[in-house]
C-alpha cells in the first residue's frame, strides 16, 4: 500500500543527521524504508512546499532533482471540493488547519491511503475527519 508523504517527513529528512532527535531519526529511517519498498505517495503542493525558499539555485535544482524520482498522484476536482468540506467540518469543531493540509487528507481518504506525518495538527485532524494516519512500529511521534 501506497503511503501518503507529509512535508513534515520530508523535511526531517533533508536535515542533517547529527540535528535530529533520535525519534525522528526513526521517523526519516522509515521514511528510508517506505521509499526503498516503492510505496512514497508524493502530491504536488508537497513537492511545492518542499521546493519553496531553497536559497540556492544549485539546491534547488539539486532537490528537483531528487524529488522526480516520485510521482505525483493525480488531483482531481473532487479533492478539492473534499479538501474544502474537511476545512468546514474541522473549522466547525474548532480546529484550524492550511489548505494544504486539508488537501492531503482529502486525497488520502480519496485514494484509500494513510498519511506519514510528524506535524501534531493532523492528529487533531484525524479525531474529526476519516483520515488514516501511518505510524511506524519504531516510534510514538506525536501519536
Same mark, same amino acid.
Not at 528537483?64 to 498522484?73: I, M, R, T
Given at each position: 500500500?501506497?503511503?501518503?508523504?507529509?512535508?513534515?517527513?520530508?523535511?526531517? %529528512? !533533508?536535515?542533517?543527521s547529527a540535528a535530529l532527535s533520535e525519534e525522528d531519526q526513526a521517523l526519516v529511517n522509515e521514511? $528510508? *524504508?517506505? &521509499?526503498?519498498?516503492?510505496?512514497?505517495?508524493?502530491?504536488? /503542493? &508537497?513537492? +511545492?512546499? !518542499?521546493?519553496? =525558499?531553497?536559497?540556492? +539555485?544549485?539546491?534547488?535544482?539539486? !532537490?528537483?532533482?531528487?524529488?522526480?524520482? @516520485? *510521482?505525483?498522484?493525480?488531483?482531481?476536482?473532487?479533492?478539492?471540493?473534499?479538501a474544502a468540506e474537511f476545512y468546514n467540518i474541522c473549522r466547525k469543531s474548532g480546529v484550524r488547519?492550511? /489548505?494544504?493540509?486539508?488537501?492531503?487528507?482529502?486525497? %488520502?481518504? =480519496?485514494?484509500?491511503?494513510? &498519511?506519514?506525518?510528524?506535524?501534531?495538527? @493532523?492528529?487533531?485532524?484525524?479525531?474529526?475527519?476519516?483520515?488514516?494516519?501511518?505510524?511506524?512500529?519504531?516510534? $510514538?511521534?506525536?501519536?
Amino acid at each position: 500500500m501506497k503511503i501518503l508523504v507529509d512535508t513534515s517527513i520530508w523535511s526531517l %529528512a !533533508l536535515r542533517r543527521s547529527a540535528a535530529l532527535s533520535e525519534e525522528d531519526q526513526a521517523l526519516v529511517n522509515e521514511l $528510508n *524504508e517506505l &521509499i526503498g519498498e516503492v510505496r512514497v505517495a508524493m502530491i504536488g /503542493p &508537497i513537492r +511545492q512546499e !518542499l521546493l519553496s =525558499g531553497i536559497p540556492g +539555485q544549485e539546491q534547488f535544482d539539486a !532537490l528537483k532533482g531528487k524529488l522526480q524520482a @516520485f *510521482e505525483d498522484l493525480l488531483l482531481t476536482r473532487g479533492d478539492y471540493e473534499r479538501a474544502a468540506e474537511f476545512y468546514n467540518i474541522c473549522r466547525k469543531s474548532g480546529v484550524r488547519g492550511s /489548505p494544504i493540509d486539508f488537501l492531503i487528507c482529502a486525497v %488520502a481518504v =480519496g485514494m484509500g491511503i494513510p &498519511i506519514f506525518t510528524a506535524d501534531k495538527d @493532523f492528529y487533531l485532524y484525524a479525531k474529526h475527519l476519516p483520515i488514516s494516519l501511518h505510524r511506524p512500529m519504531t516510534t $510514538n511521534h506525536y501519536g
